[in-house]
T-cell receptor
Framework: AQSVTQPDIHITVSEGASLELRCNYSYGATPYLFWYVQSPGQGLQLLLKYFSGDTLVQGIKGFEAEFKRSQSSFNLRKPSVHWSDAAEYFCAVARTGGGNKLTFGTGTQLKVEL | DTAVSQTPKYLVTQMGNDKSIKCEQNLGHDTMYWYKQDSKKFLKIMFSYNNKELIINETVPNRFSPKSPDKAHLNLHINSLELGDSAVYFC?????????????FGSGTQLSVL
Protein backbone atom coordinates (compact mmCIF):
# COMPACT_ATOMS: atom_id res chain seq x y z
CA ALA A 1 0.00 0.00 0.00
CA GLN A 2 1.17 3.51 -0.68
CA SER A 3 1.73 6.11 2.02
CA VAL A 4 2.85 9.72 2.28
CA THR A 5 4.68 11.47 5.10
CA GLN A 6 4.84 15.20 5.59
CA PRO A 7 7.22 15.66 8.52
CA ASP A 8 6.36 19.30 9.20
CA ILE A 9 2.94 19.97 10.70
CA HIS A 10 3.45 23.74 10.84
CA ILE A 11 5.88 26.04 9.07
CA THR A 12 6.15 29.80 9.46
CA VAL A 13 8.07 31.94 6.99
CA SER A 14 8.40 35.65 6.40
CA GLU A 15 6.91 37.15 3.30
CA GLY A 16 9.52 37.21 0.56
CA ALA A 17 11.50 34.33 2.03
CA SER A 18 11.96 31.03 0.26
CA LEU A 19 9.92 27.98 1.14
CA GLU A 20 10.44 24.24 1.07
CA LEU A 21 7.79 21.78 2.21
CA ARG A 22 8.91 18.21 2.62
CA CYS A 23 7.16 15.10 1.38
CA ASN A 24 8.30 11.49 1.48
CA TYR A 25 6.36 8.67 -0.10
CA SER A 26 6.31 4.94 0.07
CA TYR A 27 5.21 3.05 -3.00
CA GLY A 28 6.59 -0.02 -4.72
CA ALA A 29 6.24 1.12 -8.31
CA THR A 30 6.70 4.43 -10.10
CA PRO A 31 4.58 6.86 -8.15
CA TYR A 32 2.14 9.44 -9.35
CA LEU A 33 2.79 12.41 -7.08
CA PHE A 34 0.79 15.52 -6.42
CA TRP A 35 0.76 18.67 -4.34
CA TYR A 36 -2.56 20.24 -3.43
CA VAL A 37 -3.30 23.44 -1.53
CA GLN A 38 -6.29 24.09 0.70
CA SER A 39 -7.24 27.64 1.67
CA PRO A 40 -9.44 28.09 4.75
CA GLY A 41 -13.00 26.96 4.15
CA GLN A 42 -12.21 25.73 0.66
CA GLY A 43 -11.67 22.50 -1.15
CA LEU A 44 -8.27 21.41 -2.40
CA GLN A 45 -6.67 22.82 -5.53
CA LEU A 46 -3.94 21.11 -7.53
CA LEU A 47 -0.60 22.93 -7.53
CA LEU A 48 1.39 20.45 -9.60
CA LYS A 49 1.90 16.79 -10.37
CA TYR A 50 4.58 14.37 -11.49
CA PHE A 51 4.45 10.96 -13.06
CA SER A 52 7.27 10.84 -15.59
CA GLY A 53 9.81 12.93 -17.45
CA ASP A 54 11.69 15.90 -16.05
CA THR A 55 12.01 15.46 -12.31
CA LEU A 56 11.61 19.17 -11.68
CA VAL A 57 8.01 20.16 -12.29
CA GLN A 58 6.53 23.60 -12.40
CA GLY A 59 3.11 24.38 -11.04
CA ILE A 60 0.73 27.24 -10.57
CA LYS A 61 1.34 30.27 -8.35
CA GLY A 62 5.11 30.04 -8.79
CA PHE A 63 5.51 26.67 -7.06
CA GLU A 64 7.82 23.89 -8.19
CA ALA A 65 8.63 20.43 -6.89
CA GLU A 66 11.48 18.02 -7.44
CA PHE A 67 11.10 14.26 -7.57
CA LYS A 68 14.07 12.39 -6.10
CA ARG A 69 13.66 8.66 -6.45
CA SER A 70 16.77 7.89 -4.38
CA GLN A 71 15.31 9.77 -1.43
CA SER A 72 11.65 8.87 -2.07
CA SER A 73 10.92 12.56 -1.84
CA PHE A 74 8.83 15.12 -3.67
CA ASN A 75 9.51 18.43 -1.93
CA LEU A 76 7.61 21.58 -2.81
CA ARG A 77 9.46 24.87 -3.19
CA LYS A 78 8.79 28.51 -3.85
CA PRO A 79 11.56 31.12 -4.16
CA SER A 80 9.60 34.00 -2.62
CA VAL A 81 6.49 33.48 -0.52
CA HIS A 82 3.53 35.86 -0.65
CA TRP A 83 1.11 36.44 2.23
CA SER A 84 -1.63 34.85 0.13
CA ASP A 85 0.27 31.55 0.15
CA ALA A 86 -0.78 30.94 3.75
CA ALA A 87 -2.78 27.71 3.57
CA GLU A 88 -2.63 23.98 4.20
CA TYR A 89 -0.50 22.00 1.76
CA PHE A 90 -1.02 18.33 1.03
CA CYS A 91 1.26 15.93 -0.74
CA ALA A 92 -0.42 12.90 -2.29
CA VAL A 93 0.46 9.70 -4.11
CA ALA A 94 -1.72 7.68 -6.45
CA ARG A 95 -1.31 4.03 -7.25
CA THR A 96 -2.32 2.20 -10.37
CA GLY A 97 -5.11 -0.32 -10.12
CA GLY A 98 -7.59 -0.75 -7.31
CA GLY A 99 -9.43 2.36 -8.40
CA ASN A 100 -6.19 4.39 -8.70
CA LYS A 101 -6.68 5.58 -5.18
CA LEU A 102 -5.11 8.90 -4.17
CA THR A 103 -3.61 8.86 -0.68
CA PHE A 104 -2.88 12.15 1.06
CA GLY A 105 -0.27 13.10 3.60
CA THR A 106 -1.27 14.71 6.86
CA GLY A 107 -0.67 18.20 5.54
CA THR A 108 1.61 21.11 6.41
CA GLN A 109 0.11 24.36 7.59
CA LEU A 110 1.98 27.35 6.23
CA LYS A 111 1.85 30.68 8.02
CA VAL A 112 3.33 33.78 6.43
CA GLU A 113 4.58 36.62 8.59
CA LEU A 114 4.32 40.08 7.12
CA ASP B 1 -20.94 27.60 -12.95
CA THR B 2 -19.24 25.84 -10.05
CA ALA B 3 -17.49 22.69 -11.25
CA VAL B 4 -18.11 20.49 -8.18
CA SER B 5 -20.84 21.66 -5.87
CA GLN B 6 -21.90 20.22 -2.54
CA THR B 7 -24.92 20.97 -0.42
CA PRO B 8 -25.31 21.86 2.31
CA LYS B 9 -22.13 23.73 3.23
CA TYR B 10 -22.88 23.37 6.94
CA LEU B 11 -24.89 20.66 8.65
CA VAL B 12 -25.58 20.65 12.37
CA THR B 13 -27.59 17.76 13.73
CA GLN B 14 -28.25 15.59 16.75
CA MET B 15 -26.83 12.13 17.41
CA GLY B 16 -28.98 9.39 16.02
CA ASN B 17 -30.37 11.42 13.13
CA ASP B 18 -30.10 10.49 9.47
CA LYS B 19 -28.74 13.05 7.02
CA SER B 20 -27.67 13.35 3.40
CA ILE B 21 -25.06 15.40 1.60
CA LYS B 22 -25.47 16.00 -2.11
CA CYS B 23 -22.77 16.43 -4.72
CA GLU B 24 -22.98 17.36 -8.36
CA GLN B 25 -20.28 17.94 -10.98
CA ASN B 26 -20.81 19.66 -14.31
CA LEU B 27 -17.43 18.70 -15.75
CA GLY B 28 -18.56 15.57 -17.55
CA HIS B 29 -16.23 13.45 -15.41
CA ASP B 30 -16.71 9.72 -15.08
CA THR B 31 -15.34 9.27 -11.57
CA MET B 32 -16.48 10.80 -8.31
CA TYR B 33 -15.28 10.48 -4.72
CA TRP B 34 -16.13 11.18 -1.13
CA TYR B 35 -13.33 12.13 1.25
CA LYS B 36 -13.53 12.75 4.99
CA GLN B 37 -11.30 15.37 6.60
CA ASP B 38 -11.00 15.11 10.36
CA SER B 39 -10.21 17.82 12.88
CA LYS B 40 -6.48 17.32 12.31
CA LYS B 41 -6.96 17.96 8.57
CA PHE B 42 -6.27 14.34 7.67
CA LEU B 43 -8.01 13.43 4.40
CA LYS B 44 -9.19 9.88 3.96
CA ILE B 45 -10.96 8.43 0.98
CA MET B 46 -14.32 6.85 1.69
CA PHE B 47 -15.87 5.90 -1.63
CA SER B 48 -15.34 6.17 -5.35
CA TYR B 49 -17.77 5.67 -8.19
CA ASN B 50 -17.00 5.34 -11.87
CA ASN B 51 -19.98 5.81 -14.15
CA LYS B 52 -22.38 4.95 -11.33
CA GLU B 53 -20.42 1.84 -10.37
CA LEU B 54 -18.79 1.54 -6.95
CA ILE B 55 -15.03 0.98 -7.37
CA ILE B 56 -13.55 2.00 -4.03
CA ASN B 57 -15.18 1.23 -0.72
CA GLU B 58 -12.80 1.85 2.14
CA THR B 59 -13.32 0.63 5.67
CA VAL B 60 -16.28 2.83 6.41
CA PRO B 61 -19.16 1.96 8.78
CA ASN B 62 -22.15 0.69 6.87
CA ARG B 63 -24.12 3.60 8.31
CA PHE B 64 -22.57 5.49 5.39
CA SER B 65 -24.20 4.73 2.06
CA PRO B 66 -23.24 6.45 -1.18
CA LYS B 67 -25.70 6.70 -4.03
CA SER B 68 -24.97 7.66 -7.60
CA PRO B 69 -28.17 8.18 -9.61
CA ASP B 70 -26.10 9.23 -12.63
CA LYS B 71 -22.46 9.93 -13.29
CA ALA B 72 -22.85 13.63 -12.49
CA HIS B 73 -24.15 13.03 -8.98
CA LEU B 74 -22.80 11.25 -5.94
CA ASN B 75 -24.75 11.65 -2.73
CA LEU B 76 -23.78 10.49 0.73
CA HIS B 77 -26.38 9.29 3.18
CA ILE B 78 -25.48 8.77 6.82
CA ASN B 79 -27.72 6.86 9.21
CA SER B 80 -27.71 7.03 13.01
CA LEU B 81 -25.17 9.82 13.20
CA GLU B 82 -22.51 9.61 15.91
CA LEU B 83 -20.28 12.24 17.51
CA GLY B 84 -17.27 10.80 15.69
CA ASP B 85 -18.88 11.53 12.33
CA SER B 86 -18.23 15.23 12.87
CA ALA B 87 -15.82 16.25 10.12
CA VAL B 88 -15.63 18.03 6.80
CA TYR B 89 -16.77 15.87 3.91
CA PHE B 90 -15.40 16.62 0.46
CA CYS B 91 -16.77 15.48 -2.83
CA UNK B 92 -14.34 15.30 -5.73
CA UNK B 93 -14.25 14.17 -9.34
CA UNK B 94 -11.74 13.39 -12.03
CA UNK B 95 -12.16 12.79 -15.73
CA UNK B 96 -11.69 9.05 -16.16
CA UNK B 97 -10.27 7.97 -12.84
CA UNK B 98 -6.70 7.52 -14.09
CA UNK B 99 -3.87 7.80 -11.51
CA UNK B 100 -2.28 10.80 -13.24
CA UNK B 101 -5.48 12.83 -13.36
CA UNK B 102 -6.18 15.93 -11.32
CA UNK B 103 -8.90 15.77 -8.69
CA UNK B 104 -11.44 18.57 -8.68
CA PHE B 105 -12.82 19.23 -5.21
CA GLY B 106 -16.01 20.73 -3.92
CA SER B 107 -15.77 23.29 -1.14
CA GLY B 108 -16.78 20.81 1.54
CA THR B 109 -19.64 20.14 3.92
CA GLN B 110 -18.89 20.73 7.57
CA LEU B 111 -20.90 18.22 9.59
CA SER B 112 -21.29 18.80 13.32
CA VAL B 113 -23.00 16.10 15.35
CA LEU B 114 -24.16 17.26 18.78
Amino acid sequence: AQSVTQPDIHITVSEGASLELRCNYSYGATPYLFWYVQSPGQGLQLLLKYFSGDTLVQGIKGFEAEFKRSQSSFNLRKPSVHWSDAAEYFCAVARTGGGNKLTFGTGTQLKVEL
Amino acid sequence: DTAVSQTPKYLVTQMGNDKSIKCEQNLGHDTMYWYKQDSKKFLKIMFSYNNKELIINETVPNRFSPKSPDKAHLNLHINSLELGDSAVYFCASRPGGGPNEKLFFGSGTQLSVL
